[in-house]
C-alpha cells in the first residue's frame, strides 16, 4: 500500500452524534475482585469504549477507530486509522496517537485498558452496512476485520513457503518412474530374508515353499522351525518355516539405493523396504518400501542437492530440501543394496570415474552418498578401490583424516608413490588388503632400514600395535625381535599387547632411575618381564619418582653424576640458613613436588644441569634441614638465578635471607676451579641471550602471584650476580 495515497484519503473526525452519544454515556467505576487474593479494585467501564467510522474510496476502505474517553472531552481525533485493499489482500495501520505507520493486525494493537474491560464497539448503521458490504461479510464488524487479517497473514505464509518449496518441486519432476521390476527387485534381493515353508509331518517334511524360487522345493534333512540353512534350488539362505506356528510375519527394515538419470545427472534415491505377511498368506506376500531420501548429482558425481520425506512446518508431508550429508549418521548405517540395471547407463558418463561401480563389485551393500561423498573431499579413494584396496576405503568412508595423514607425498599422481612405497611393498600392501596400520609398518620399513615379515605386520595389526608404540625399543632390537619377546612375554603373563607394553616401558623408566644400565641386553630385554617389573616396584616406595627419574635420565644421562659432584663446592651452613645440593635426580624431583614448582614438570632446568648451565640448590633453614624451604636456580660462579618457594611464588621472608646468600657467595667464589669460571661466563651469556629474547617476545606471566608480569623484569629482579 502507497502510504502517501492512504494519507490522501479524507480525514475523518468524529461525528457530532458520536460525541453526543459519549457525553450520554460517561464511564461507570465498577468494583472489580481479583481472584487472586480477593483485593478490591476500581475499574472504569464504558457502555461504548470504542467508536468506529468507514469510508471506502478506490477499493481502499479507511476505517477509524475513537476512544470514548478522548470523545467525552470533546476530542475528534481518532486513535488509529486502519487500511484495507481487499483487493491486493493487504492492510497497513496508522497511529495517530504515535503519528507512525504499523503493521500489526488489530487484535495486537495496543488499546486503552477499559476497552479489555467490555461493553461494545459503536458504529454507525450505514457504515456497518459500508464494511459488511466490503468484505462480503454479515458478521459483527470487529470479527469480520480480524478474520481478514488472519487470512492476509495465512495467505502471506503460504506465499512465503510456496516461494521455498516450488524450486523444490521443481527439482524433484526430474525423478523418473520407478523401473517395472522395482517391487521384484525389492522382494528378492532388497530384503535379504527368505523363508522355507513347510507342513509338519512325522520323519520330517520332504518338500517346502521356498520364498524366493516360488515354488515348492526338495528339503534336505529334518527340517526345524526357525532353523537357517540353504535353499537347494536357488542356493539362497534362507529360514525354515514351519506352516503350522507362523502367525504375522514381518521381516527387518532395510535400506536400498536406486540410482537414476536425470536431466543435469543423476538422482540417489534411498528407500526402507520391508516384508510383511498375514498367517496363512505365505503365497501372497507384501513387499513394502518407502522412500525416505534424495540426493541428485551431477554426472560426475557431484552433490547438488538433498531432500527428506517428512513433515514441513507442521502442515503436510512432502519432499523437503536438507543439508547434503545430513544423512552421515553414526547412530546408524545407511548402508544397503543398490539395484544394478540403471549403473551401466550412468557409468558411460562421470560417474565411472568415481570409482562407485568397483566398489559396489566388491562391496555389494554400502551407502553410496558417504561413498560420492568422500570421493569428492578425497578423490584418491578411486585409486584405492581400483587397486583393490577396499579394506582402506571402508576405513576411509568412516573417516579420511588418517588416510590424508598417511600419505606422504599429496602431489604424487601414482598411488603407489603418493603412499610413499616401492613397487614390492606396495604389492605386499595389495595382497593383505592392507589397512592404514598396515600401510603404517611399510612406512616404517624405510625408516628402520629393513623388511617386516607380513605375518609380523598382521599380528602387530591385529594387536593394534603401532610403530610409534615400539620406538621406544628400536634401536636395541629390530621389529622382528620386537615382536617375539612380546608374544612370548605375552603368553607367560596373560596380558594383551597394551599391557605388555606399558608394562615394559614402565619396567625401563624404574630400572633407569635404579641406575640399571638400561642398553644391556639382559635388562631391557629381562626374560620375565613382569616379574621384573614387580620386583622394582616393591623396591621403590615411590616409584613415580625412581620412574620419572628414569625417564628422564634417558634423555639426560649425566645429571646424577653432576648432582654428585655439587656438594663439595655449593653446601654450605649458617647460623640460620643452610645451602644444601641435591644427591640425585630424585631428590630434585621430590623438593619438586613438595614445592609445587615447575622445576618438577619441565625439562628445562634438568637440561640446564645437564650443560652445566646452572644448577639447583635448596636453601634450608639450619634447624630442620630436612623440611623443603626455598629451590634455588643457580649458575656455577653462584649468581642466583632465580629463588622459589611453593607454588613459584617468593614470600617477603627471603630478604632476611640475602645477607646470608652474600655470604655463601663469598665461599662459593673461593671454591670455583678455571672450568667452573669459564662455565659461570658460558652461563652469564647464555641468560643475558635469553633475557633479550625474552624482552623482545614480551613475554608474560599467565598464573600465579605474579600474573600479568613480564617474565624478564621477574626474572631480572631475582637475579643475585656472584660479586665476590
Ligand atoms: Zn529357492
Redesign the pocket.
Known amino acids: 500500500m502507497i502510504k502517501k495515497q492512504l494519507m490522501a484519503l479524507p480525514k475523518q473526525a468524529a461525528t457530532p452524534r458520536m460525541l453526543k452519544l459519549a457525553a450520554a454515556n460517561p464511564p461507570k467505576v465498577r468494583d472489580e475482585r481479583s481472584w487472586w487474593d480477593g483485593h478490591i479494585t476500581k475499574t472504569t467501564v464504558y457502555r461504548y469504549p470504542l467508536y468506529l467510522r468507514c469510508i471506502v474510496q478506490d477499493g481502499i476502505a479507511a476505517i477509524s477507530f475513537y476512544a470514548a474517553d478522548t470523545l467525552q472531552l470533546g476530542g475528534r481525533k481518532p486513535i488509529y486509522t486502519l487500511f484495507v485493499n481487499k483487493g491486493k489482500d493487504q492492510f497497513l495501520t496508522y497511529s495517530h496517537t504515535d503519528e507512525k505507520w504499523l503493521t500489526a493486525m488489530l487484535k495486537n494493537l495496543s488499546w486503552p485498558s477499559y476497552y479489555y474491560k467490555g461493553g461494545e464497539t459503536w458504529i454507525s448503521t450505514a457504515d456497518r452496512k459500508r464494511l459488511q458490504s466490503y468484505f462480503g461479510s454479515t458478521e459483527g464488524v470487529e470479527r469480520t476485520i480480524n478474520e481478514f487479517q488472519e487470512g492476509v497473514r495465512q495467505r502471506q505464509l503460504l506465499a512465503r513457503q510456496k516461494r521455498e518449496t516450488d524450486p523444490w518441486d521443481e527439482e524433484q519432476k526430474q525423478v523418473p518412474e520407478l523401473p517395472k521390476d522395482w517391487l521384484r527387485w525389492v522382494d528378492k534381493v532388497g530384503i535379504p530374508e ?1 523363508f ?1 515353508y513347510y507342513q509338519y509331518r512325522r520323519g520330517g517334511a520332504k518338500t517346502g515353499y ?4 516360488e ?1 515348492e ?1 526338495p528339503i534336505v534333512g529334518i527340517p526345524r522351525h526357525g532353523k537357517e540353512g540353504r ?6 539362505r ?1 529360514q525354515y518355516k514351519a506352516l503350522g506356528r507362523v502367525g504375522f510375519l514381518v521381516t527387518g527394515d532395510y535400506v536400498v539405493y536406486l540410482l537414476q538419470k536425470t536431466a543435469c545427472g543423476f538422482v540417489l534415491r534411498e528407500f526402507k523396504v520391508w516384508c510383511r505377511q498375514c498367517k496363512g498368506e505365505y503365497l501372497t506376500p507384501k513387499t513394502n518400501y518407502h522412500e525416505i531420501r534424495r540426493s541428485f548429482f551431477t554426472s560426475d558425481g557431484k552433490q547438488i542437492s538433498a531432500y527428506e520425506w517428512g513433515w514441513y512446518k507442521r502442515r503436510e508431508v512432502r519432499w523437503i530440501g536438507c543439508a547434503i550429508l545430513s544423512s552421515h549418521s553414526y547412530y546408524w548405517t545407511h548402508d544397503g543394496r543398490v539395484y544394478g540395471k540403471t549403473l551401466p547407463q550412468l557409468m558411460k558418463s562421470g560417474l565411472s570415474r568415481t570409482g562407485l561401480k568397483e566398489y559396489l563389485a566388491d562391496h555389494a551393500i554400502l551407502d553410496p552418498e558417504d561413498y560420492l561423498a568422500v570421493y569428492n573431499r578425497f578423490p584418491r579413494i578411486e585409486q584405492l578401490v581400483k587397486a583393490g584396496l577396499t579394506g582402506m576405503v571402508k576405513e576411509c568412508i568412516r573417516s579420511t583424516y588418517d588416510y590424508e595423514q598417511a600419505i606422504c607425498n599429496k602431489q604424487a599422481g601414482s598411488l603407489k608413490k603418493a603412499l610413499g612405497l616401492n613397487g614390492p611393498q606396495f604389492k605386499r600392501l595389495r595382497e593383505n588388503n592392507g589397512t592404514i596400520a598396515f600401510l603404517r609398518w611399510l612406512q616404517f620399513e624405510a625408516l628402520v632400514k629393513a623388511a617386516i615379515p607380513d605375518k609380523v605386520i598382521l599380528w602387530m595389526c591385529e594387536h593394534d600395535v603401532k610403530p610409534k608404540d615400539i620406538e621406544f625399543i628400536i634401536g636395541r632390537m629390530n621389529v622382528v625381535q620386537v615382536y617375539n619377546y612380546m608374544r612370548r612375554q605375552m603368553f607367560v603373563y596373560h596380558m594383551n599387547a597394551r599391557e605388555m607394553l606399558t608394562t615394559w616401558q614402565d619396567y625401563l623408566n624404574m630400572a633407569a632411575g635404579f641406575h640399571y644400565n638400561v642398553n644391556e641386553e639382559i635388562v631391557y630385554r629381562a626374560a620375565k618381564l613382569k616379574k621384573r617389573h614387580d620386583e622394582l616396584v616393591r623396591r621403590s616406595n615411590h616409584r613415580d619418582t625412581v620412574s620419572r627419574a628414569g625417564q628422564l635420565l634417558q634423555k639426560f644421562p649425566h645429571v646424577d653424576d653432576i648432582c654428585k659432584t655439587l656438594s663439595e663446592k655449593y653446601e654450605y651452613a649458617g647460623d640460620v640458613y643452610t645451602i644444601l645440593a641435591p644427591k640425585s635426580l630424585v631428590d630434585i624431583i621430590e623438593e619438586g613436588d613438595t614445592l609445587h614448582h615447575c622445576i618438577a614438570s619441565s625439562d628445562r632446568y634438568i637440561e640446564r644441569i645437564e650443560r652445566h648451565e646452572s644448577y639447583l640448590l635448596f636453601l634450608r633453614k639450619t634447624e630442620d634441614t630436612q623440611e623443603a624451604y626455598y629451590t634455588m636456580e643457580v649458575e656455577p660462579n653462584g649468581t642466583v638465578r632465580q629463588i622459589r618457594t611453593e607454588y613459584d611464588k617468593q614470600n617477603k621472608d627471603i630478604d632476611d635471607a640475602r645477607a646470608f646468600l652474600r655470604e655463601w657467595q663469598g665461599v662459593v667464589a673461593k671454591r670455583l676451579n678455571d672450568t667452573d669460571r669459564k662455565r659461570a661466563e658460558r652461563s652469564r651469556v647464555l641468560r643475558e641471550e635469553e633475557f633479550v629474547q625474552m624482552r623482545n617476545d614480551q613475554i608474560k606471566i599467565n598464573h600465579g602471584d605474579l600474573a600479568g608480569k613480564l617474565l624478564v623484569d621477574v626474572l631480572t629482579a631475582d637475579l643475585l650476580e656472584n660479586a665476590a
Do not use: A, E, G
Open positions: 527368505q522355507v521356498c520364498s524366493y524360487c515354488k522345493v535353499c537347494p534350488c536357488c542356493r539362497h534362507i
